[in-house]
């Protein structure tokens, strides 16, 4: 599949977005300076004010641009459920510094809302044929598996190195995808190891 480019990332105001990226993930929020982002993107420092004003609003634009992608990169899920064509961690893959400068220093709550939202979707969508009843809400469980996908980017090096791939590569895709599938098509607990599971957690909550 084919992804289309979003018609602002051919702008002026996109390439000092991207640069903002680099620049802010590079050195995080609070060391980034205005005069550093313009000097990355190669533009003036007007140039810069002219089209977000503060770093405050450029910040926003950066997690906007990323909430963009992920829902497109959902939308292409939804297509094609196998993921043929589709690495995310090669379109995410530029943003990794500074997505986990936004996780790790706190200011990525709307990113990581956005993900909640739309994995909450597909859960209640999986609820439907499930075998037993589910223990916790869908969003919770959305929530946890939120955390658990976006750690991989905060410690993607260690991914790699644990995988013996680069997951931007065609290969490194295909591995990752290959033990998701053998993550969540094998649970590591039983239906019945689950309920007693369940009957201690209980037990523990009313001790």
Same mark, same amino acid.
């Given at each position: ?9 051919? #702008?002026? /105001?996109?390439?000092? *977005?991207? +640069? @903002?990226?680099?620049?802010? =993930? ?5 060391? %980034? ?35 963009? #992608?992920? /829902?497109?990169?959902? *939308?292409? +899920? @939804?297509?094609?459920?196998? =993921? ?5 961690? %090669? ?7 500074y ?44 929530t ?14 260690h ?21 998701l ?19 201690a ?7």
């Open positions: 599949m084919t992804t289309v480019p979003d018609p602002e990332d051919l #702008t002026a /105001r996109a390439r000092i *977005r991207d +640069a @903002a990226m680099r620049h802010i =993930g590079e050195h995080g929020f609070e060391r %980034a300076t205005i005069r550093g982002i313009a000097e990355t993107a190669g533009v003036s420092l007007g140039l810069v004010r002219h089209h977000f004003g503060s770093k405050q609003a450029l910040r926003e634009a950066c997690d906007e641009h990323l909430m963009k #992608t992920i /829902r497109r990169l959902n *939308r292409q +899920a @939804a297509d094609d459920p196998y =993921g043929a064509g589709l690495n995310p961690a %090669a379109v995410m893959g530029p943003y990794q510094p997505l986990a400068r936004a996780l790790t220093e706190g200011w990525a709550a709307p990113l990581f809302d956005e993900m909640v939202d739309l994995g909450e979707g597909w859960i209640v969508e999986a609820d439907k044929s499930r075998p037993d009843p589910p223990d916790v809400d869908a969003r919770s469980r959305s946890m598996i939120a955390a658990m996908a976006l750690s991989a980017t905060v410690l993607r090096q991914v790699e190195r644990g995988l013996g791939v680069d997951l931007t590569s065609p290969e490194g895709q295909v591995k990752l995808m290959r033990v599938v053998d993550l969540y098509s094998h649970p590591l607990l039983s239906l019945e190891e689950a309920a007693e599971a369940r009957k957690l209980d037990r523990g909550a009313t001790a």
